[in-house]
């Protein structure tokens, strides 16, 4: 599975921006699917994912009710909304996909720089 991140770009404080993740094949409804975030100097931090079996949501207590994570019905594509962005969203965003089992696989993107900045 091949993953293309889209969407980061440079915004003020308080804007909007809409991250985009494709898939090189329609899987994502097969798995959970995450997206993490690493500013400089910073280890990788867990923003939000989205599970397969029942599409419910779970996100880190800073983006908490300004970020909302989704995906489309065919599979091959995932979505981060961000709102009322804040300095300290400032990073590079990652998607993921988890595939459990007996060796279980993580696949990753390359990455899409956001910068929140006046």
């Known amino acids: 599975v091949q993953l293309v991140e889209s969407g980061g770009g440079l915004v003020q404080p308080g804007g909007s921006l809409r991250l985009s993740c494709a898939a090189s094949e329609a899987t994502l409804n097969a798995y959970a699917i995450g997206w993490f975030r690493q500013a400089p100097g910073k280890g990788r931090e867990g923003v939000s994912c989205?599970?397969?079996?029942?599409?419910?949501?779970v996100y880190a207590d800073s983006v908490k009710g300004r970020f909302t994570i989704s995906r489309d019905n065919a599979g091959n594509a995932t979505y981060l909304e961000m709102n009322s962005l804040k300095p300290e969203d400032t990073a590079i965003y990652y998607c993921?996909?988890?595939?459990?089992?007996?060796?279980?696989?993580?696949?990753w993107g390359q990455g899409t720089q956001v910068t929140v900045s006046s």
């Open positions: 989205i599970r397969s079996v029942d599409s419910s949501t």
């Open positions: 993921n996909v988890h595939v459990p089992g007996p060796v279980p696989v993580d696949y």
